[in-house]
């Protein structure tokens, strides 16, 4: 005889404690008040985190010399430090590192860092797991949006890097991990408020201090954001731009029917600060027999005009089942050509990680959405076996 149970009326089992890795100063100073210490001490008492947490990279309360034992224990009692768990880690030949971090049950994304970019090496992190855009050249735009990541697990992602490379304290001179690029899964600018919260606890001097002007977000082109993006995070700004005209650009960004390419240019020209130090960069990935012409390559630059800037030539980088293929190597050539004559400097991007699937548009997680009546139907079942 089998005996069936019913769980449905079980209550959803309790999360585990709550980490505070990577959370910001106002949501550490809010954590400090849940404990019962009142503001002025909370915000003394984020800050002394922040700096063990972020710039020491503790991972144990009790290392927390200048907190007081009493406090310490009380701090252990409710909270962790941990990481999300890593689901998976890979590490390519050019010795670019892949993870998959779970950062709740079935809601995974993924982080790429890449050695000898930027100063020293970048990190690129996902601000969603999944995305909403479709673009159709793009791994992650067949996945549906799973949902937005918060700020804490945006910072989680560099806090593992920075685990992995063993960069602790990060005061270091010669660092390894020296810009963020939000280049990863999802679209930024959809997830504004995270984005701008993560910038805050990344570019804090007493914490992970990695400057703003190293860190650049990237976007396909949310028009209305862009010029907010600039006065709340003081970030660099890229553009997925991959067509000169709209007609194409609406068949590979879809976005573009919503924000078309005069839109899209007003906004970045409202981008604060732009000039000679601060350019907005132009990725434009090169798809064979699609985008790849001289004549574009000329429109392109006159495109440009008069906007600071940098261009990104990418190598199409194909993905299982992907329906275009990459421009041919000559032709790269003679359309940066065209590029560099135009006075822009090496516009061609080497493609990195391509055998763990870690390059430019290549990220995709198995997580799919799911109904939160079915995820806690799923953990309780887990649960209980
Ligand atoms: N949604 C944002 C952030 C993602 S950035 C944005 O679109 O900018 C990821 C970058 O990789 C974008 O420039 C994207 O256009 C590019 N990309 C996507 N798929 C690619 C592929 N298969 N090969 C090369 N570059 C790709």
Redesign the pocket.
């Known amino acids: 005889m089998t005996v069936s149970l019913d769980l449905s009326r079980r209550p959803a089992p309790q999360p585990g404690p709550k980490s505070l890795a990577g959370l910001s100063i106002p949501a550490l100073k809010a954590e400090m008040e849940a404990l019962g210490l009142d503001p002025k001490q909370a915000g003394m008492r984020a800050k002394q985190l922040r700096r063990w947490i972020h710039h020491f990279g503790a991972n144990d309360f009790s290392v927390m010399t200048d907190i007081a034992k009493e406090l310490r224990a009380a701090l252990g009692e409710k909270y962790i430090l941990s990481r999300p768990e890593i689901a998976d880690h890979q590490v390519s030949k050019d010795g670019t590192q892949k993870w998959l971090t779970r950062f709740a049950p079935g809601v995974e994304g993924e982080s790429v860092y890449i050695p000898d970019v930027g100063k020293a090496g970048a990190l690129?992190v996902s601000?969603q797991v999944g995305?909403t855009?479709n673009?159709t050249?793009?791994?992650?735009?067949t996945q549906a949006l799973v949902r937005n990541l918060t700020a804490q697990e945006i910072v989680q992602q560099v806090l593992i890097t920075r685990d992995a490379l063993r960069e602790w304290p990060s005061s270091m001179e010669d660092r390894l991990l020296t810009n963020i690029?939000?280049?990863?899964?999802?679209?930024?600018?959809y997830n504004l408020d995270n984005v701008a919260e993560a910038i805050d606890t990344i570019s804090d001097g007493d914490g992970i201090a990695i400057s703003r002007r190293r860190i650049t977000?990237?976007?396909?082109?949310v028009a209305p954001k862009i010029p907010e993006l600039g006065q709340r995070t003081g970030a660099m700004l890229?553009?997925?731009?991959?067509a000169t005209n709209d007609e194409l650009r609406n068949e590979l960004?879809p976005l573009n029917r919503k924000y078309d390419l005069k839109t899209l240019f007003e906004a970045i020209r409202a981008y604060p600060g732009l000039g000679n130090t601060k350019r907005v960069t132009f990725?434009y990935?090169?798809l064979k027999g699609v985008n790849d012409t001289l004549a574009e390559a000329r429109d392109l630059v006159r495109l440009l005009k008069g906007v600071p800037a940098k261009i990104?030539l990418?190598?199409?980088?194909?993905?299982p089942g992907?329906p275009?293929e990459?421009s041919d190597w000559e032709t790269i050539e003679a359309f940066a050509e065209v590029v560099n004559r135009a006075g822009y400097a090496s516009p061609i991007r080497t493609?990195r990680g391509r055998d763990i699937l870690a390059?430019?548009?290549?990220?995709r997680s198995e997580s799919v959405k799911v109904r939160a009546s079915e995820l806690r139907r799923q953990q309780q079942e887990a649960a209980s076996s």
Request: with cysteine; charged share 5%.
């Open positions: 690129c601000s995305c855009l673009c050249f793009c791994h992650t735009g690029v939000f280049m990863g899964m999802g679209e930024p600018l977000v990237s976007t396909a082109g890229a553009i997925s731009l991959h960004v990725e990935v090169m990104n990418i190598p199409f980088n194909p993905w992907s275009y990459c493609p390059a430019c548009g290549q990220l």
